[in-house]
């Protein structure tokens, strides 16, 4: 296995924008530190969960991916354009108590992400499984492919951290940047 293109492929599926790193921020900017990474907890969980899942029903994934993988897009497009719509008209001026930034919805997000749910099936099959095959290598494996996920959410809460102040002066035109940016994600899964 190269170890490199497997980093390499985990390491820009994970910290590119995509709907849970795009959600992430916004909470950052509405709720804080504190909130986003409870999301982040949830999201960071059901991610190992799907990695496990993978792994241990790959021969069975495979057989009825494609059947799989359109319901998720429809979903998750939908669910991505429904975000998108939130983060738009989202006004920060109005503090509310949001059922988004919860564990919860952060777990559910990943279920039903696409690009989660592709990178997901498509890892473990791909780089791991065609070299290691002991239930010790995938179990390292997964646990290494969820710290680097991780990794990825807790560094898109910093740098919302770190940025609120910015983000909260440019609110009306971050939260036009970042339902965009859903919406292109949302748009290119079917491209």
């Given at each position: 296995m190269n170890i490199t293109?497997?980093?390499?492929?985990?390491?820009?599926?994970?910290?590119?924008?995509?709907?849970?790193?795009?959600?992430?921020?916004?909470?950052?900017?509405?709720?804080?530190?504190?909130?986003?990474?409870?999301?982040?907890?949830?999201?960071?969980?059901?991610?190992?969960?799907?990695?496990?899942?993978?792994?241990?029903?790959?021969?069975?994934?495979?057989?009825?991916?494609?059947?799989?993988?359109?319901?998720?897009?429809?979903i998750g497009s939908f669910y991505m354009f429904y975000l998108a719509y939130q983060i738009y008209k989202m006004d920060s001026s109005k503090p509310t108590v949001d059922q988004t930034a919860t564990f919860m919805s952060g777990f559910i997000m990943q279920f039903i992400n696409p690009k989660v749910l592709v990178f997901t099936m498509t890892v473990i099959p791909s780089f791991i499984m065609p070299h290691y095959f002991t239930k010790p290598a995938v179990t390292v494996s997964v646990i290494v492919i969820?710290?680097?996920?991780?990794?990825?959410?807790?560094?898109?809460?910093?740098?919302?951290?770190?940025?609120?102040?910015?983000?909260?002066?440019?609110?009306?035109?971050?939260?036009?940047?970042?339902?965009?940016?859903?919406a292109y994600a949302a748009v290119m899964i079917w491209i």
């Open positions: 293109s497997f980093l390499l492929y985990c390491f820009i599926v994970t910290f590119t924008p995509g709907p849970t790193n795009i959600v992430i921020l916004s909470t950052v900017q509405k709720f804080g530190t504190k909130k986003a990474m409870e999301y982040t907890y949830g999201a960071t969980i059901a991610f190992a969960m799907l990695l496990v899942i993978s792994a241990m029903l790959n021969t069975m994934l495979i057989t009825i991916m494609p059947k799989i993988l359109i319901v998720m897009q429809i969820t710290l680097v996920g991780f990794l990825a959410f807790a560094t898109w809460v910093l740098f919302g951290t770190i940025f609120k102040t910015f983000l909260q002066k440019h609110n009306k035109t971050v939260n036009i940047m970042m339902a965009l940016f859903l």
